[in-house]
């Protein structure tokens, strides 16, 4: 869901950006309401996906036992585990939205933007990368840190919860330390939104956009 809501948001906005729609758009609403209405709505779609996925949980679980044998009787899923998984989604969402955004913004084409979406892109994907370490070193320091580093903390920290207790304090370092990154991205994201967003046709360096970002 987040590499959707990724990618398509980056299009719409390197779409927008190139035919000039995005001035038109501009005359009409606030940059803010601009940038908020993209996130939310594709926001809305995933949270969407999400709950299907919830409510057809338990009929995927009983039609499994009558195919599979009863052992998927004995599968449970904690409400504390869905109640943290929506809101890590909502967060890590937050997040991977406003770095797009930025780099919607700052980018002079959509494959630009793309291709530089895959750094945060993929880095959400090493504590999958890494499960077979986590199954063998569930102790290592390394998981506590991928859980509060905010790119991947969504995903390995549901890891964790999967297999075993993640202490209260871990839990709260990791949803602050992400709140605290989706606050700060809304607010970088939207300085650079306003910035850069009607600049056309031109790569910018990353002096030009700390330039641009000190004089704003």
Do not use: D
């Not at 499960?131 to 390394?142: C, D, K, R, T, V």
């Not at 903390?153 to 602050?176: D, F, N, Y």
């Amino acid at each position: 869901t987040f590499q959707y809501g990724t990618s398509a948001l980056i299009g719409g906005l390197g779409e927008e950006k190139e035919s000039r729609l995005i001035e038109v758009l501009y005359s009409s609403v606030s940059v803010r309401e601009l940038m908020v209405g993209k996130i939310l709505a594709l926001g809305a779609a995933g949270l969407l996906q999400v709950a299907i996925w919830l409510v057809s949980a338990p009929l995927l679980l009983k039609l499994g036992t009558v195919s599979l044998g009863g052992f998927l009787n004995e599968i449970h899923i904690p409400a504390n585990f869905i109640i943290l998984g929506v809101l890590y989604y909502l967060l890590g969402y937050l997040l991977f939205a406003t770095m797009s955004v930025t780099l919607g913004g700052i980018t002079s084409t959509v494959s630009e933007a793309h291709n530089l979406s895959m750094i945060y892109s993929m880095t959400c994907y090493v504590p999958i990368w890494l499960i077979g370490l986590f199954i063998n070193y569930p102790e290592s320091p390394a998981w506590v840190v991928l859980s509060i580093f905010p790119i991947t903390a969504p995903i390995q920290t549901l890891i964790r919860l999967g297999v075993s207790e993640v202490p209260v304090w871990q839990l709260g370092v990791s949803l602050g330390v992400l709140s605290l990154s989706v606050l700060g991205g809304i607010l970088f994201a939207e300085k650079v939104f306003r910035t850069f967003m009607l600049m056309y046709g031109k790569r910018l360096t990353i002096k030009e956009i700390a330039q641009g970002l000190k004089n704003s």
